[in-house]
């Protein structure tokens, strides 16, 4: 299991992954509820649980106070999950670029396009499907969309070959 976190300074997007990279819980939530998901699932899953978290990385912009808190709860998800001594590995957005999109020029829609592309091509909605009948997607929203991208290259770069999901 996968736990992807695309954080935020009041609000953090965060999807449970499958074996088979199949989201199965996800949601934004304030991030103290995300805090509480942290440790539901440490408990739930243990050692088998892998986190991820999306890392602020510097490319010589000034950045407002939105970003320095945001790298306050980082930083808070990080220390939660370490004093159950669960190991955390930080994925860069330049990352998730370059796993899924081949390009450091991609934005988000290229990044949403090719995880669709990957897990449900050929599908009406952006392979959200609908109420009656959900698909891969059902529920994704911006911030889901991109603690998704932090999971899957979680999965690319870490444990793909690792007999966890070999396609």
């Known amino acids: 299991m996968i736990l992807a976190i695309d954080p935020g300074n009041i609000e953090s997007g965060i ?4 074996n088979n990279l199949k989201p199965i819980e996800y949601g934004k939530w304030n991030n103290e509820n995300v805090r509480q998901e942290l440790r539901r699932n440490i408990f739930k899953y243990g050692y088998s649980l892998h986190i991820a978290i999306e890392m602020i990385a510097s490319y010589g912009m000034a950045v407002g106070q939105s970003v320095f808190e945001t790298c306050i709860w980082i ?16 994925i860069y957005r330049k990352d998730e ?8 020029k991609a934005k988000d829609s290229n990044i949403v396009q090719a995880l669709i592309d990957r897990f449900a091509p050929n599908t009406p909605n952006k392979g959200k499907g609908t109420k009656k009948e959900p698909g891969w997607f059902y529920g994704f929203k911006k911030d889901i969309w991109q603690a998704y991208a932090v999971g899957v290259t979680y999965y690319d770069m870490y444990l793909k070959g690792d007999g966890v999901n070999d396609d």
């Open 15 to 18: 999807v449970l992954l499958d």
């Open 75 to 90: 930083g808070r998800f990080k220390e939660m999950a370490e004093q159950y001594n669960i190991n955390v590995t930080y």
């Open 97 to 104: 670029k370059m796993n899924l999109c081949n390009s450091m």
